[in-house]
């Protein structure tokens, strides 16, 4: 996929470029008004760019200088609405078999019954979209892009209008998606946790621009990057694998360089690869080691920077043999007269993780240690 | 004579403007809801002059209407003469002239509904029929129309109800002929201006307001099964 366009809205200008494999999952990441519906309505053919290129599997689906601009029926890109928007007025049955019975047989690569299969959906089909649960809403809308078997799926925050309980319970569908039917996805979040549990690659955008894309370990361990997450987001990212699945203490040992990190226990087999988020806020830091204390994991290092926000706290990043980042207290920050190089020792709190659903054998597990 | 005898005139009459409201609404009908479209989604140039002249019926005098009507569509008339000439159709002193000022007099009911209920129909729904495939004109079938149902209905009883009592227009346009012209209203009209037509009168009047019932009855059964079914 190759996306390259700019757009005036009035005051906001979208000028956006990146391009990627069309495999696995794509997260565009940014806060609320970065232009990350723009960019994919845009993709889909919704709006329209004032000008650049996009294309996706080879197929150019606009282009300022040759004058494409395929209209959205003929983009062959599925869309999961952030509210799902089925068509109120006929059945669920009939919502699913609305694109697919427009897309010629020969194209169809997607089965319905499989579909129906694998979200669950069965018990539904004869009811009326209002009729439905948001949880259910959102599988149905992703069952009917789906069905009309696209080179590519476009999700706009598809969780974002339902409670926690029904995020976690859609999150393993999603996961699945990428891995069974080898559609390529374009997803847009503005949660960390989600990209974390479904990424492979990321796109950061903020006011209108991409900031930054990749391989999602490599751009989120990155520290220039750290500001684009969002100050409530700062945290870093460690890739490790499973060293014991359940210790003495009952807790999860994980390994990374040198150091053990202990979570509260999952179902992961020794050797599985977890993909660690430690926000900042759960680090604290000491200059000596504490004898007594409640924290699981405490690991040496030094401070590598100080970035004052001028607020009431201070960031740290730490060099712990990766990164670590800290987020304390401006009083703490005084009180212990930090400076850069300055010997110190993090302490991370164990405390819950939420993790999403093992696919395959090249699956993560993503976890974020709270 | 009893009571529930309807007698020849009545007969005509009732027949005539159930006929002539029929056609009146069934020529708008189309025409309304494409028109009630081009003002809820289209942005050009004269869209006032468009809005304006579509409501310029509701604000005229009924005779200035009819009046209009006979001047532009009578046989000598701008229009009505050309019609005649290359068509061999004339609109005047017969029941499609009736029909006509009928249909001109309730349209700005039936596209004032209509587009009420366009206006609220969620464009997200039509976009993303588009990303399914559709294109515009399915979507418009499949998605718009289906969704613009109660504003449809709705325009369809105002129409008819103003087609059945019309008068201003139609006896200007073309005249009060029984069993060419003269509908309900015209009968009606021409009893009180008998001697002992009192009583004809009244009983017109009652067939009047049944047919409204009727009518509204019907359209409050066919929005509540609308509803039902988007309910589910």
């Known amino acids: ?370 | 004579m009893h009571f529930w005898h309807l007698t020849d005139v009545e007969i005509e009459a009732l027949r005539l403007s159930l006929w002539v409201s029929g056609w009146a609404v069934a020529v708008s009908l189309p025409i309304g809801i494409l028109v009630a479209w081009v003002l809820a989604r289209l942005r050009f140039p004269g869209k006032n002059l468009l809005d304006g002249l579509v409501h310029l019926p509701l604000v005229l005098p009924p005779v200035v209407t009819g009046y209009l009507l006979l001047v532009l569509l009578g046989r000598n008339g701008l229009i009505g003469a050309a019609l005649y000439k290359y068509l061999g159709v004339v609109l005047a002193f017969n029941w499609k002239g009736a029909v006509l000022a009928a249909a001109v007099m309730s349209f700005p009911l039936l596209v004032r509904a209509v587009r009420l209920s366009l206006e609220s129909v969620d464009q997200g729904l039509e976009a993303a029929a588009r990303t399914l495939g559709a294109g515009p004109v399915r979507v418009f079938f499949t998605v718009t129309l289906p969704l613009t149902i109660p504003g449809i209905i709705t325009g369809l009883i105002l129409a008819f109800a103003r087609s059945l009592g019309e008068f201003g227009a139609t006896i200007t346009f073309v005249s009060n002929i029984r069993g060419q012209t003269q509908t309900l209203p015209l009968a009606l009209y021409t009893l009180t201006q008998v001697p002992d037509g009192e009583i004809g009168a009244m009983r017109l009047c009652i067939l009047s307001v049944l047919i409204a019932m009727a009518a509204l009855v019907c359209s409050e059964i066919l929005a509540r099964r609308f509803a039902a079914r988007v309910r589910g």
Not at chain 1, 84 to 89: D, S, V
Not at chain 1, 244 to 273: E, Q, Y
Not at chain 1, 333 to 350: E, M, N, R, W, Y
């Open chain 1, 1 to 370: 996929m190759e996306i390259n366009i700019t757009r005036r809205q009035g005051d906001f200008l979208v000028d956006a470029a990146f391009a990627g494999p069309e495999s696995g999952i794509t997260a565009l990441f940014g806060p609320s008004g970065a232009g990350k519906t723009s960019l994919i309505n845009m993709v889909a053919g919704l709006m329209r760019p004032d000008a650049g290129r996009i294309s996706v599997n080879g197929l150019c689906l606009f282009d300022s200088s040759s004058r494409t601009d395929l209209p959205p029926e003929k983009r062959r890109i599925g869309y999961v609405f952030q509210d799902g928007r089925l068509l109120p007025h006929i059945s669920v049955r009939a919502n699913l078999t609305y694109g697919m019975h427009l897309t010629p047989a020969d194209r169809r690569f997607v089965n319905f019954a499989a579909v129906v299969e694998l979200l669950g959906i069965g018990h539904l089909l004869n009811r009326r979209p209002a009729q439905l649960s948001g949880g259910e809403n959102q599988r149905v809308a992703i069952g009917r892009a789906l069905l009309t078997s696209p080179a590519m799926l476009l999700m706009d925050e598809p969780l974002a209008s339902l409670d926690a309980s029904r995020k976690s319970e859609l999150l393993p569908f999603i996961m699945r998606l990428s891995h069974e039917y080898a559609i390529p996805i374009l997803y847009v979040s503005h949660i960390m946790d989600e990209i974390l549990n479904l990424a492979d690659r990321l796109v950061i955008m903020d006011r209108g621009h991409v900031v930054a894309f990749g391989d999602l370990d490599d751009l989120l361990s990155k520290p220039e990057l750290q500001t684009h997450l969002g100050k409530e987001d700062y945290g870093s990212v460690i890739s490790t694998v499973v060293d014991d699945p359940l210790d003495a203490s009952g807790l999860t040992r994980l390994r990374f360089d040198d150091h053990l990190l202990k979570v509260p226990p999952m179902s992961a087999g020794r050797g599985a690869p977890i993909r660690v988020r430690i926000s900042a806020r759960n680090v604290a830091v000491a200059l000596q080691a504490p004898s007594k204390t409640s924290f699981q994991n405490i690991f040496p290092g030094n401070v590598e920077q100080i970035i004052d926000h001028g607020e009431s706290y201070v960031d740290l990043r730490l060099d712990i043999g990766c990164i670590l980042w800290a987020r304390i207290t401006r009083q703490s920050f005084s009180d212990l007269h930090l400076k850069t190089g300055q010997p110190v020792f993090a302490l991370i709190k164990s405390v819950a993780a939420s993790f999403g659903a093992v696919i395959g054998d090249n699956a993560y597990w993503h976890s974020r240690i709270l």
